[in-house]
């Protein structure tokens, strides 16, 4: 089964909640991963797994325990079992989908506190951790060579010249978009006379700005 098997095998509202959080997690995952910037924290999404976690972990415990003391029959074991192969999936996403989050936070931690509408992207441990990561940064450069210059080019967020040291993200960069549903406006490609209509199901490889916003409102996924 690969990530397509696992987006396609829930639709509507028939299927069991962690299955249903699952396909979101895995979702966000992916877009995480594809994306060039850093996307909104799923607050609500996460919560319910973070939870489920958390609970499953508690009762894969208990049962380990009643197995130590002989008190299991060979059907709990096997639920045993699945329980906590399911447990691994959801921690192994969890993991990789922070690890990518963080990573991105190490690359443009100026450029997310700078700005405001990429702050609010931030969970209250993420905007903890970038404020942190950049102190210990610019306390470095500091020390290492910074104090060396005059003052007027020790900061690192300057724009002498026109130009930016802060980096951005590169929202040009190319990426691989699927159609959740038809989209009724043309996606418009900026500086060009490119434009194009998506309809639900077509792939396209085009520019992450083009279709951003889209992604975003859960019209069209990365894949």
């Known amino acids: 089964m690969d990530i397509d098997d696992i987006l396609a095998e829930v639709s509507g509202d028939g299927s069991p909640p962690e299955t249903r959080d699952l396909q979101e997690l ?14 909104p924290w799923p607050s609500h999404l996460m919560e319910r797994v973070l939870d489920r976690i958390h609970q499953q972990a508690s009762r894969v415990q208990i049962e380990v325990v009643e197995e130590q003391v002989g008190n299991v029959d060979p059907k709990t074991n096997f639920r045993l079992i699945i329980i906590q192969t399911e447990l691994e999936r959801f921690k192994f996403l969890v993991r ?26 931030l969970s209250a441990s993420e905007l903890q951790y970038a404020n942190s990561h950049h102190t210990l940064l610019e306390s470095h450069y500091r020390s290492s060579f910074l104090s060396q210059f005059p003052t007027s080019l020790q900061r690192l967020d300057d724009t002498a010249g026109g130009i930016s040291m802060v980096e951005q993200p590169d929202t040009d960069t190319a990426v691989f978009v699927r159609a959740l549903r ?38 069209a996924e990365l894949i």
Do not use: C
């Not at 190490?106 to 700078?114: G, Q, R, V």
């Open 26 to 39: 895995t979702r966000a995952w992916v877009t995480e991963r594809s994306a060039p910037e850093l996307l």
């Open 96 to 121: 990789s989908f922070l690890r990518t989050r963080m990573a991105k936070i190490d690359k443009y931690a100026l450029y997310m506190l700078s700005n405001p509408t990429q702050t609010a992207r």
């Open 182 to 219: 038809d989209i009724e406006e043309p996606i418009v490609i900026e500086g060009t006379d490119t434009d194009f209509e998506m309809r639900r199901g077509d792939v396209y490889v085009v520019r992450w700005s083009a279709v951003r916003e889209h992604v975003m409102s859960g019209d």
